[in-house]
């Protein structure tokens, strides 16, 4: 993290097994918490990221071992969040069937959520979720711009 509290990236590897999900929730909830998240809106990041990484541990890899790669930056007033395997894609039959829920969570409780099938195999979940008004405070800690004009007394 740079001292002006801009968050850079966070790219990291886990095994495709069930204690996994609690080291990448970790790390992608306490990259957003840098980058201002808090609250409800952090649990939701905690949530989504945990479905993301379940799901691709329950589903990318029939019975070999397999690699779930998370990444997570700050672009443009955005957290951005990639969950990445190189596994069997959506096509695919499972022997893990769920409830198809977690779809369903990622998509409701993100502000932009797609899946894509990847060229050389396996699936990319990438979420999305707008960050708070950062740069509605310059450097001096003042607020700038026109949400703080509008909403605060001249």
Known sequence: ?????VV???SESYGAVAESVGGARSAVTDFAAGAGLEGEQLERVRLVVSEAVTNAVRHAYAHEPGTIHVMAAVAGGELWVLVVDQGRGLG???PNPGLGLGLKIMESMSDGFMLAERAAGGLEAR???T???AG???RDGHCRGSVASATSPA
């Open 127 to 129: 979420l999305q979720f």
């Open 1 to 5: 993290m740079e001292s002006d509290g």
């Open 92 to 94: 695919a039959a499972t």
């Open 8 to 10: 850079g990236y966070l």
């Open 136 to 138: 509605a405070r310059g």
């Open 131 to 133: 960050l708070p008004l």
